[in-house]
């Protein structure tokens, strides 16, 4: 399965600049779900969108749902240093378990 | 705040041996789940535990492993026979919603050495 797939970017950005990354999927799902995690760390919980949702807002992150298209973004805000880190998404549908893309590498240049 | 712990957090061990990894799942949660992420890969779904039996497990699962919940608060996954390839850090996750509709919360992983 390729589901919870984004698309594979390293993305190098200066400290208050917006970073935006990617996320599409094959298969009907319940949710979708964004993680972080720093170098050989755990995964850290960021967002939860549910499929009858298009849009969600926490703190800085912005998560938008397009089922139509089976996609997904993470738009972080005004981005510091500590966002240097590695982003999955993973999509949840039914029978609990969690597909996990490949992950987008960020990092924020101070 | 409640979290997922897992010991130990590094674990190393020779071909053949058996290891055992530990989870404490948050307190009043009833989902329990292993993933495992081979270092630069993807993170993979194991298992899903719930009612003190497994729920789901994926391809990856096979024989050489088992989970268990001994008592009210842990939850293992015990390789029985450990790989080379089963080098990789091991995540374990709860949450407490029927269906996968909820937040898994996971924690911190045990990394896994295999030699």
């Known amino acids: 399965s390729q589901q919870g797939e984004e698309d594979p970017q390293a993305l190098s950005i200066q400290e208050g600049e917006n970073a935006t990354m990617n996320c599409s999927y094959k298969t009907s799902i319940n949710n979708l779900q964004w993680y972080r995690q720093n170098s050989g760390r755990g995964l850290v919980h960021l967002i939860l969108?549910?499929?009858?949702?298009r849009e969600k807002h926490s703190g800085r992150l912005r998560v938008t749902l397009d089922t139509s298209k089976k996609s997904s973004s993470l738009l972080i805000t005004a981005s510091r240093a500590a966002d240097t880190a590695s982003y999955f998404c993973?999509?949840?549908?039914?029978?609990?378990?969690?597909?996990f893309g490949k992950g987008n590498q960020v990092v924020v240049i101070p | 705040e409640p979290e997922v712990t897992q010991t130990p957090s590094h674990q190393v061990t020779q071909m053949g041996q058996e290891v055992i990894l530990r989870c404490v799942p948050i307190?009043?949660?009833?989902?329990f789940y292993w993933y495992r992420q081979i270092l630069g890969q993807k993170v993979e779904f194991l298992v899903s535990f719930y009612n003190n039996e497994i729920s789901e497990k994926s391809e990856i699962f096979d024989d050489q492993f088992s989970v268990e919940r001994p008592d009210g608060s842990n939850f293992t996954l015990k390789i029985r026979s450990t790989k080379l390839e089963d080098s990789a850090m091991y995540f374990c996750?709860?949450?407490?919603?029927?269906?996968?509709?909820?937040?898994?919360?996971f924690g911190p992983g045990t990394r896994l050495t295999v030699l």
């Open positions: 996750a709860s949450n407490g919603v029927a269906g996968g509709k909820d937040t898994q919360y």
């Open positions: 969108i549910r499929s009858n949702e």
């Open positions: 307190s009043n949660h009833l989902y």
């Open positions: 993973a999509t949840g549908r039914g029978n609990n378990r969690l597909a």
